[in-house]
């Protein structure tokens, strides 16, 4: 785990340190990449992304804060949040924002940098599951269910197991636990997939970064 | 009209939702619909590929929908979120064109290539538009008037894309299908919100929370069943009556797929369409929640 440089938030207004304005570029990176993603300058708090998610209650950082941190230079901290890994998915807010801010899929940008960059928050281990999960599709093409609870469980709080032993033999019992995975037939034809669109994905060099930041309005901001 | 789908089941089709795919089998089946599954599928990706690799999960998924192009016909995708996944990839690599160069360039390397031409679909909107109400209250045996369902949509089928129903915070889909099939669906706010997903697994609190939610409003509202379009909806809703423990009669509600309901309507018998596989059972033998038992039989006069 990675911990990050407990400045890493604004210096002074409009000033950055170094570590979040690189984190900073990975967000605009990776933003400009979602469709529309240049309208996060258009949010104007209203804070009917907040009223509208069923899990900002548990989040020690609600989505419409999400935008002004990011706004305030505060990236470090929305990393080590626990709001990027409660996002269950499920769009209200990207419905719903009056305008048209793809909510959703900024969360998605995040978890991926916090991913990429080793920062979670302690004993919260979301990304296990997210992790596990492309590892099962990776060997056997599929994601067998049984395979990523008990690997995502072992590998992260045992007691889990036991306190879902009862789900798991109802389960069993109405015939709904494969005690085998599938495997696709040409899962070498799928890795090769993976393999090349993972090169699309590496951390490169981007040319782009100075189009998005000025598509973002921020390049002030960055300075 | 075109009665021939490419039938995409998903990985929890063939495990915990296994009712679902018997379920749909059966229905269309039973309408004279084929669904030929598609040869060789690959996972979806689902939400959490997203959260690692963006170009991997398009690319994971586009293999399915260059798969699916071989034939030419609808991907139906009963799972909310391959629904989401591939309509998603499908959507992204059109509206994006370095994406879709990315994708087209691992897909080649697998010696594929998508050229976005199959639609993804959702079995209740292709039920209600290809088939529609008329036809299935033709084909209607038994009466559902036992029937009191909270019918529940969940988020991945209904928001972003809205292709399912026409209104996004207020579908009605549901409710007038099995209003037509002589259930009387009950009035159920909570239908478009979040059952907790894949939290029920890493965030158990806040997911018991939301589907414990949305189980006493349909207690509240007297509802005898709900009624579900995703196996994760019906998986996290189903358990809360086990893992909770002990939680008494209020919560035996039993949790149903569509399809389920669909096709005991239209004469499939309770084992064709996975009604054994429920984990508070709704079927003749077994008292519902509160009131007069659910029975299936009893058919249509005339």
């Known amino acids: 785990m990675k911990t990050l440089d407990p400045l890493a938030g604004p210096i002074a207004p409009g000033v950055l340190s170094k570590t979040e304005q690189e984190l900073r570029a990975a967000f605009l990176d990776e933003i400009d990449r979602i469709p529309g993603g240049a309208r996060l300058n258009q949010c104007i708090q209203c804070g009917t992304c907040t009223a509208s998610c069923p899990v900002s209650h548990a989040m020690d950082i609600t989505p419409r804060q999400v935008i002004a941190m990011f706004r305030a230079g505060a990236i470090g901290e929305l990393l080590e949040s626990r709001t990027i890994w409660l996002c269950a998915s499920c769009y209200h807010c990207t419905l719903r924002c009056p305008a048209q801010i793809q909510i959703t899929d900024l969360i998605y940008a995040l978890k991926r940098i916090a991913i990429e960059e080793g920062i979670f928050p302690k004993r919260f281990p979301v990304h296990v599951m997210s992790e596990t999960f492309t590892r099962n ?31 798991g033999y109802a389960l069993w019992r109405h015939g709904r636990i494969k005690l085998r995975p599938d495997k696709i037939k040409d899962i070498e034809q799928l890795r090769k997939i993976i393999a090349k669109a993972e090169t699309f994905d590496l951390p490169q060099e981007k040319v782009t970064r100075e189009k998005v930041t000025a598509a973002v309005g921020y390049e002030s901001i960055g300075r | 009209m075109d009665t021939r789908y490419t039938y995409y089941p998903g990985c929890s089709l063939h495990a915990t939702g296994i009712a679902y795919d018997k379920s749909m089998r059966a229905v269309f089946k039973k309408l004279g619909s084929e669904l030929a599954e598609l040869e060789d599928w690959n996972c979806c990706g689902a939400t959490a590929y997203m959260s690692v690799q963006k170009t991997v999960a398009f690319a994971v998924s586009a293999r399915n929908l260059a798969l699916a192009e071989k034939t030419g016909d609808d991907v139906v995708a009963p799972c909310s979120a391959c629904y989401y996944a591939l309509k998603h990839t499908r959507e992204g690599m059109a509206a994006d064109p370095e994406l879709r160069a990315q994708v087209e360039e691992a897909l080649a390397a697998g010696g594929l290539e998508a050229d976005l031409s199959v639609e993804v679909r959702h079995p209740l909107e292709v039920l209600l538009t290809d088939i529609g109400i008329p036809r299935l209250v033709e084909a209607q045996t038994n009466s559902l008037e036992q029937f009191r369902p909270a019918c529940y949509y969940g988020c991945q089928i209904v928001r972003p894309f809205g292709a399912v129903d026409e209104d996004p915070e207020l579908p009605m889909s549901m409710e007038n299908l099995f209003t037509a099939l002589g259930a009387r669906p009950v009035d159920y706010p909570p239908k478009v919100r979040c059952c ?13 929370e939301l589907s414990m939610d949305l189980v006493d409003w349909a207690v ?57 596989h429920a984990l508070i059972p709704s079927d003749a033998h077994a008292p519902p929640l509160r009131g007069a038992p659910l029975t299936i039989a009893g058919s249509r006069e005339g």
């Open chain 1, 137 to 167: 599709v990776k060997r056997y093409g599929r994601n067998y269910e049984v395979g990523l609870l008990l690997r995502y469980f072992l590998g992260t709080k045992p007691m889990g197991l036991f306190a879902r032993r009862r789900a």
């Open chain 2, 196 to 208: 907790g997903g894949m939290l029920v697994a890493t965030m158990p609190e806040v997911a018991t």
């Open chain 2, 220 to 276: 509240a509202r007297e509802a005898n069943c709900i009624v579900t379009v995703c196996p994760l909806c019906q998986s996290n809703l189903d358990l809360i009556n086990v893992t909770t423990g002990g939680n008494g009669a209020s919560h035996q509600i039993p949790v149903l797929y569509f399809t389920q309901l669909i096709g005991l309507a239209i004469g499939c018998t309770p084992e064709e369409v996975g009604m054994q």
